[in-house]
């Protein structure tokens, strides 16, 4: 079970009450046929459902990124992964991992019916270099929250975590119906949030020292994403907090971006 708390601490909540409905596609639902037709999805995601995320990806300026289910032929590799300490500093963990460990973990994310989770793969497609997802997508309040990690260093600072929220939050927008997504970060794992900010996540919140990494402690910078096609519902006064501007419009930016070259 560390592998969930491991996604949702590298930039989301761990908090598991996550009761509540979700939408499919269109908006709000109001009528009672609405309300049936998104009943039926619903029910879909509390059966035995496999909740990884299908295939989609991105080639953006000559570099493609594809998200894809894991495969628990890869447990070997992504125990090696996550095994650095320069790694799992950054995910509020303390210890490496095995192959065994891998596997229980990917049996109980495979089952969980509040998250959606993604392998990252390179243009190339020869192996694993992370996994994304998002968490309590039953919210009621149509909200979610967001997890990334690339383990693979050989990857770093390449824009693969940009390539791949473009992706997630396409489906997060396109797909799940989110209003808002939510996310949080150490604030001294600069590129993570930085990332996250270009496809427009905004600072909307700290926590102060609650993190302890190399003999200091660290605040965690909490983040939000608003969709910029319901502002109108998140904000029907049109009373947008000035300090949300900048990342809504970013988000605009990142939405044509992604019709355009998301496929699947």
Known sequence: MYYYNLLVFVNGFSDPSNLGLIEGDGLLCLSQMDQLAHFNFITFLKGDSTMFGPTISINLDGLKITLRPPRKD?????ATL???YRVIRYLGMIQGSVKEDEEYWFKNIREQNDAITWAIEPQDGSSLIGYTSLHHINDKGLSCSSGIMIADQNWWR???AYRAHI?????AANVLNRNTIRSQVNADNVGSWKALQKVGYTVTGRFYKTEFTLGEYQDQLVLTWINPERLNILFPNNNIPSELLTGIER???TLSIARKLVQF
């Open 158 to 160: 390449k824009g693969v």
């Open 167 to 171: 992706l997630r939050t396409w489906y």
């Open 74 to 78: 890869e447990m070997e590799r992504s």
């Open 82 to 84: 996550v095994s650095s």
């Open 251 to 253: 988000a605009k930016e």
